[in-house]
């Protein structure tokens, strides 16, 4: 059964208001409504500091380190597989931004003592595919040309952030580039086609999304086109829907979904393919929680998902 607060999450998701049938989603809107928000408070065990990462707008939190660390010397563990966390936001490639996302990078500092930078990216309707693709490979070079090392990053995205988490690993491969320690898509918008079985049959289970990422006004908004039919041109390439991707050179990718959600099979089924090519990937599957619920902590759901993506990083990570 789920947890109480994913219980309370789907009634709240129920009783939001759609928008009617006919008329178009206002995208500007939205991300005046959520700005609005006042983001949580800072931790006293974490910092955040705004970055720019060659005009690309960011921000890094770090762990404060409390006496014991400080004592224990533990303030560069280079026996630590992870040395760096980068969350790509969600919000259907139009919506979204680090700030919304603070609630899971403040978390994921605290909890595993790792920093973690967090990133925006050009948005639609506003830029078109491959803007947000594009940002985030600048992003990944001037994490480079600044030190870091590529082979050390925890790569993780949810929802349109999964998509381009699963994205950006497999343009590395095709530009022969350095692939991250790994790979973490919640929620991930894996085939831009819709054909998938939960697309259809998780519609009403979905108290978040329902059917809106069906919309034409999505696919105006991202690609210019009116829908997904008669689009394989577009929507197949595999750096739009990493579902048709070659994962071969990839790094290791650790999946998570609820099975209610609209979104369901796009893990699912990449998963079962990737481990049948024998790739190094594991699924985590929720039961009746929220779309992206891996990125909202307060959830017993998330902190489960999250625990068992670590495991895999130390477990698994840049073994390919």
């Known amino acids: 059964m789920p947890s109480i607060q994913a219980r309370m999450l789907n009634k709240i998701f129920q009783k939001m208001p759609k928008d009617p049938p006919g008329v178009e989603h206002d995208f500007v809107a939205e991300r005046e409504q959520n700005a609005r928000r ?3 408070k800072l931790p006293r065990n974490v910092s955040l500091e705004e970055m720019d990462f060659d005009g690309i707008s960011g921000e890094i939190l770090r762990p404060v380190l409390g006496e014991k660390e400080r004592f224990e010397g533990n303030t560069d563990d280079l026996s630590e597989p992870v040395q760096l966390i980068w969350y790509i936001h969600g919000g259907g490639f139009t919506t979204g931004s680090v700030r919304e996302s603070r609630d899971l990078t403040q978390y994921l500092v605290s909890k595993y003592r790792v920093p973690c930078i967090a990133t925006n990216y050009r948005l639609s309707p506003e830029h078109r595919w491959p803007a947000h693709l594009d940002d985030c490979m600048k992003v990944y070079q001037c994490l480079k040309d600044r030190g870091a090392t ?31 320690l790994m790979v973490a898509a919640f929620s991930a918008w894996t085939d831009q086609t819709l054909s998938l079985p939960s ?16 919309r034409r006004e999505q696919f105006q908004a991202v690609f210019g086109i009116e829908g997904p039919k008669g689009h394989d041109d577009i929507l197949k390439n595999p750096l739009v829907s990493p579902f048709y991707g070659n994962y071969t050179k990839t790094a290791p990718i650790f999946f998570a979904a609820s099975d209610s ?60």
């Not at 697309?199 to 069906?214: E, Q, V, W």
């Not at 699924?283 to 619920?293: E, K, R, S």
Request: glycine share 8%.
């Open 38 to 40: 006042k983001p949580p």
């Open 199 to 214: 697309h259809t049959k998780n519609i009403d289970t979905d108290y978040m999304l329902g059917d809106a990422l069906g």
């Open 261 to 320: 959600e609209f979104l369901y099979d796009d893990s699912r089924l990449l998963y079962e393919r990737l481990k049948g090519e024998g790739h190094l990937t594991e699924l985590d599957i929720q039961h009746d929680v929220c779309h992206a619920y891996a990125s909202l902590p307060m959830m017993p759901e998330a902190k489960d998902t999250l625990d068992k993506m670590w495991n895999f990083a130390h477990r698994k990570g840049n073994k390919r």
């Open 150 to 180: 590529p082979g050390k990053i925890l790569l993780m995205g949810a929802s349109a952030g999964g998509t381009l988490a699963l994205s950006l690993s497999l343009r590395l491969a095709m530009e022969e580039k350095e692939q991250p």
